[in-house]
């Protein structure tokens, strides 16, 4: 994962309240945090082995 450069927003206090992040680096995040999401929803999901996923990959012409 490449390095986020950033900039916290401080209060008068010096407490971090806030961050500043380029377009690209939120939107990579919010793609990030949404990948998370489809793996815990299809965690249960049954699985099936390279070598049926690439017959069946053949079989539709993908291959």
């Known amino acids: 994962m490449p390095k986020i450069s950033h900039r916290f927003i401080v209060n008068e206090n010096g407490k971090k309240t806030g961050i500043i992040l ?14 998370l999401a489809v793996i815990a929803e299809r965690r249960k999901e049954p699985t099936i082995s390279f ?9 539709d012409g993908v291959l």
């Open 51 to 59: 070598k049926t996923l690439k017959a069946k990959l053949k079989k």
């Open 22 to 35: 380029s377009v690209k680096e939120y939107r990579d995040l919010l793609e990030d945090l949404h990948d």
